[in-house]
């Protein structure tokens, strides 16, 4: 088999500079390795200061850990954009009409178009919520639509994130580090802005109170500082101007959920929780858990609070359900999909395992509840061994399982020792949605491989990011 | 404001105060072994009790060494007061609270941490002791530069600000406590010079050698080091002075939260004890005066964790 070639978002296909990046490339033409080596070092050094950092699970030693930032942007046209912004808000439409729906009527397994087993048998569904409508009816707040491009028009969603999509920090903190050291780039090249996102957050999540007098209190939930993701969340409150609160500082007090202030309990409206459904509530799901608040659950189902994003949402981010995506978008906007999803094989299906188990060494597979990277087999780049070993894996618990082709993910060039040079990327931009509103912030956070060659673009699996910019039109 | 985020200000300026107070204490001792011909390393007990730290160390050392004495307080991670460990905590405490800190003062505290982290991680050298220990003192007046120059005068602050002086009083205390003895009458005859070490010792350790000088001229006596450490108005690092500090911030949070709690009664009552001439304090007993001052110290903070919910 040969493999299609490789689209450069800079240089596309046949070595001619596209349009987005001329004024890229004239700064590069105009810049020594030698300064952008000590510009990259600076990089380094402000972001460590920062603090922005992330923690490394069962690592005492390096406990915190920077993401790699490599300094040469990602830049997208316009037009791209547009285009790309449609498909999106029609997908984020689709997903929370399909979560009303499953939660409700279930119209959707009714008519045919999704068997009841996906819904009914998947760990991420949760009955607590059946016949509860959140307040303004969002159960997505916040997503983030992992994207990958293959061409100069062809993208395809990845993955949809609609339980608490995280990176948002490091898009704003990556265009932070950019202005501040290469100030004359946004002199010369027209970028649409991104640092309103803690602002629009802030509204977005407000709009979606239950009926409050007065302003709503929002409040941002973070595990506590041994979170892999806590600079972020610190972040989110710093920027939005609201309190950052950790399960032992909130209690069911009279009906409400209210935090423990120096003056007192004091109810909160809005909760964005950067907590698991499963560690919420101890009282309704894992006993366990000491980073929810007992009884949240019971205040949420009364109308007392607003829980961003809603329980139960992870159904809507499940692999198995994502091979459903195009029939869920047809079904609920009428609309044919705007956005493609990449071929997936349902490896539940005998004859998609036989298939799979076939082809594994051309194929990606990917746990149906995984994340991070993790538990994921790239058959180009395993060793015999690692296939055989999924493939033990594939035939004992085919249902936890999907496949897809290997795609060739586009690349962008990063600043390496040796100059520039092509890595992978994908991209993940990042929604917000209110009541009658989706407001998706121009660009999002590009990941990319910082190895040769390599697919994946996770920070936990050495992954970095890039500024990423749309242009003004 | 959340009772975690009061508690971790107080906690977060505690520890940032005792990195300062610890690293004031090596140096004293190693200014002592230096100039004192013939001091084996028996200063270095009285400097490690001083810095409160002494028992913790006898638990992991057979021995009392200079060297040892010195890492101890410097830098092991099973010294919870250590500089290194006090940084590392405050540090901690600032990541916690992040959001109530500006950016300057979280930079300040990181940058810190991080060069706390770098030098301290192998031992110290005793040639390059003296500049480790500048660098501390110089990296405390950068986190109090930035939190006096960009935080809002709000609750935050008054928080902080209860940390740093209730530290800064028990040190002061403990370091009084341990050094009673050489102001006693019966050590030296009243109104005479005390051995010029000792002195030296108790001034160099709250960094008040010139300010005593300015002040009291420099005949030495016990009833003047007395007088400057506990009851001087004027000295930042005076039991007085400290105590006064906690009742204003005390007084502020009450004012603007519109509330009397039990700690503000407390501060009151303590600083009313502490109004008395030095005669009266030798006279009723200069080491349980002390003892009854660390002692409500100790109340005081355990009734604020209260009053403003740190933990419940």
Known sequence: MTNPPIFDEMWGNDSALRAPYSGIKDWLDAETPARLRAKSREAEELFRLTGITFNVYGRAEAEERLIPFDIVPRVIAAREWQRLSRGIEQRVRAINAFLHDIYHRQEIVRAGRIPLEMISRNEAFLPEMIGVTPPGGVYTHIVGIDLVRTDDDQFYVLEDNARTPSGVSYMLENRETMLQMFPELFARNRVQPVQTYPANLRRSLAACAPQTNGAPTVAVLTPGIYNSAYFEHAFLADEMGVELVEGHDLRVVDGRVAMRTTEGYKPIDVLYRRVDDAFLDPLNFNPESTLGVPGIMDVYRAGGITIANAPGTGIADDKAIYSYMPEIVEFYTGERPLLQNVPTWRCQDAEALAYVLDNLSELVVKEVHGSGGYGMLIGPAASRKELAAFRDKLKARPGNYIAQPTLSLSTVPIFTRAGLAPRHVDLRPFVLVSPGNVHITPGGLTRVALKKGSLVVNSSQGGGTKDTWVLED | ?312
């Open chain 2, 1 to 312: 404001m959340l009772g975690k985020t009061a508690n971790g200000l107080f906690w977060m300026y505690r520890y940032l105060e005792r990195a300062e107070n610890t690293a004031r204490l090596i140096e004293t001792g190693q200014r002592i072994a230096l100039t004192r011909s013939g001091a084996g390393d028996g200063e270095w007990r009285s400097i490690l009790q001083t810095a409160g730290v002494a028992e913790g160390y006898d638990e992991g050392h057979g021995s009392l060494t200079k060297d040892q004495a010195i890492d101890w307080m410097l830098r092991s991670a099973d010294n919870p007061s250590s500089v290194l460990s006090a940084l590392a905590a405050a540090r901690q405490n600032a990541r916690m609270v992040r959001t109530a800190l500006t950016h300057d003062v979280w930079e300040a505290t990181n940058g810190t941490w991080m060069w706390a982290r770098e030098a301290l991680s192998r031992k110290v050298a005793e040639r390059d002791l003296p500049k480790v220990l500048h660098r501390v003192r110089e990296r405390s007046a950068l986190v109090r530069g930035a939190t006096d120059g960009t935080m809002l005068r709000n609750d935050i602050y008054d928080f902080l600000r209860l940390g740093t002086f209730l530290e800064r009083a028990d040190s002061t205390a403990r370091i009084l406590d341990v050094k009673y003895y050489v102001l006693l009458p019966s050590v030296a005859a009243v109104g005479s010079s005390i051995d010029n070490v000792q002195w030296e010792t108790i001034l160099l350790s709250v960094s008040a050698r010139g300010g005593f000088r300015m002040e009291y001229g420099s005949n030495f006596t016990p009833r003047d080091i007395a007088q400057f450490l506990i009851l001087d108005r004027r000295m930042p690092r005076s039991l007085c002075f400290c105590v006064r500090k906690i009742r204003d911030n005390l007084d502020y949070l009450g004012s603007s939260y519109g509330s009397q709690p039990a700690s503000l009664a407390k501060a009151h009552d303590l600083q009313a004890y502490l109004d008395r001439d030095i005669e009266a304090i030798f006279d009723g007993g200069l080491h349980e005066f002390i003892q009854k001052v660390l002692g409500r110290l100790g109340e005081l903070g355990r009734q604020i964790e209260i009053d403003y919910r740190f933990y419940e």
